[in-house]
C-alpha cells in the first residue's frame, strides 16, 4: 500500500479545518419547547392560596359587606350545619348531594349513549347530516330556560323533566365534538385502510372511531359542565331536594353563605370529575397531542 501523496494529505487538512469551521459556526440552540408545556400545578396551587387570602382580608377588614360576600370561616360553617340539615328545608347535604348527582349524570350517560353515535353518523354519512344537523344547530344556541316550559309542559313536574332539561344541554356538544373528531380523521389514514382490503364499516371501527376519541372526550368534559350549569334552572321545576334547589332556596332567604357553600361544592364535584375524565382520556388515547 503506497503512502500518501502530498495532495491528498493536503486535501484531508482543508476538509477538517473546514468541518472545524462549520462545526464552530453552528449554534446551539437550547431552552425552546413546544407552547404550554409542563406542569402547572405550583401555579394554580399558588393562584388559589392568593384568592383565598384576598378574600379572608377583605372580609375581616370589612372592605365588603358580610350580606355580600361572608367569611371563609361562616362558609365552612355554613358546610357542617348543611351537611347535618340545619338550614331551611331541613334536608341534610348529602340527600341533595345524592339527587344533583343523580340527575346529572343520568342526563350525561343519556346523552353519550345517543349522541355520539349520532355525531359519528353525521361526520360519516351526508344523509344523517342531512337528518340530524338541522334540528342540533337550532336548538344549540337557545339557553336551558328558553325551552324549560316546554318542557314542562310536555314531561310535567317530575323528575323526568329535570333529566330531559340536562339531557338537551349535554346532547349538543356532544353530537358536534363527535362530528368534529370525525372530521379530522386524515384521508392518507382512511386510503391505507381501504388499500389493504378493509370494508367502510372496518374503516369507521378501527380507523375512524379511534381517531376521533379525543375530540369526543373533549366533548364529553364540555358536555357535563354544561350539565352542571343547567342543573339548577332544572332543580327550579318543584324540586324538593337537590343542590340547585338548596342555593336557590337559600337566595330567597338571603343566606349567602349557603348560597357560596352550594357553588363551591358543584364546583369541587364538577372540577373532579374532570379530572377523572382527563386520566381515562390519557389512558384510552395515549397518542392525543403526539402526532
Known amino acids: ?30 431552552g425552546y419547547s413546544v407552547p404550554g408545556e409542563g406542569s402547572s400545578t405550583t401555579i ?10 384576598l378574600w379572608w382580608v377583605a372580609t375581616h377588614n370589612g372592605w365588603i359587606r358580610d350580606l355580600f360576600l361572608p367569611t371563609p370561616e361562616r362558609i365552612i360553617t355554613s358546610f357542617a350545619d348543611a351537611w ?8 341534610p347535604l348529602p340527600e341533595h348531594f345524592g339527587w344533583s348527582l343523580f340527575r346529572v349524570f343520568t342526563a350525561f350517560a343519556l346523552a353519550c349513549v345517543t349522541a355520539i ?3 359519528i353518523a353525521m361526520g360519516v354519512s351526508r344523509i344523517a347530516r342531512g337528518i340530524f344537523d338541522p334540528p342540533v344547530e337550532f336548538y344549540r ?17 317530575e323528575e323526568t323533566a329535570k333529566i330531559v332539561l ?28 381501504y388499500s389493504l382490503g378493509a370494508s367502510k364499516w372496518q374503516v369507521i371501527r378501527h380507523v375512524v372511531i379511534p381517531a376521533a376519541l379525543p375530540e369526543i372526550f373533549t366533548g364529553m368534559r364540555i358536555a357535563i ?46 372540577y373532579a370529575f374532570d379530572l377523572l375524565m382527563r386520566h381515562i382520556e390519557r389512558a384510552v388515547v395515549p397518542w392525543k397531542g403526539r402526532a
Not at 5 to 19: C, P
Not at 84 to 91: A, D, F, H, L
Not at 146 to 152: C, G, H, M, R, S
Not at 233 to 261: C, H, K, P
Request: with cysteine; proline share 5%; aromatic share 6%.
Open 84 to 91: 347535618k340539615g340545619e338550614i331551611q328545608g331541613g334536608r
Open 117 to 119: 353515535p349520532v355525531g
Open 141 to 157: 344556541p337557545l339557553p336551558p330556560l328558553a325551552y324549560l316550559p316546554l318542557i314542562v309542559i310536555w314531561f310535567g313536574i
Open 1 to 30: 500500500m503506497s503512502a500518501p501523496s502530498h495532495i491528498e494529505v493536503a486535501a484531508n487538512a482543508e476538509v477538517t479545518r473546514s468541518d472545524a469551521a462549520t462545526a464552530a459556526s453552528i449554534r446551539h440552540v437550547s
Open 44 to 53: 394554580a396551587v399558588v393562584t388559589v392560596v392568593v384568592l383565598l387570602l
Open 225 to 270: 359542565g354544561f350539565g352542571w350549569t343547567t342543573l339548577v334552572a332544572a332543580e327550579m321545576v318543584a324540586a324538593n331536594a337537590g343542590l340547585g334547589q338548596m342555593v336557590l332556596n337559600a337566595s330567597n332567604f338571603l343566606r349567602t353563605d349557603v348560597v357560596i357553600m352550594g357553588i363551591f361544592v358543584i364546583g369541587v364535584v364538577a
Open 166 to 193: 340536562i339531557y338537551l344541554a349535554c346532547f349538543a356538544p356532544l353530537a358536534m365534538a363527535a362530528r368534529a373528531g370525525v372530521k379530522s380523521v386524515m384521508i392518507e389514514q382512511i386510503n391505507a385502510a
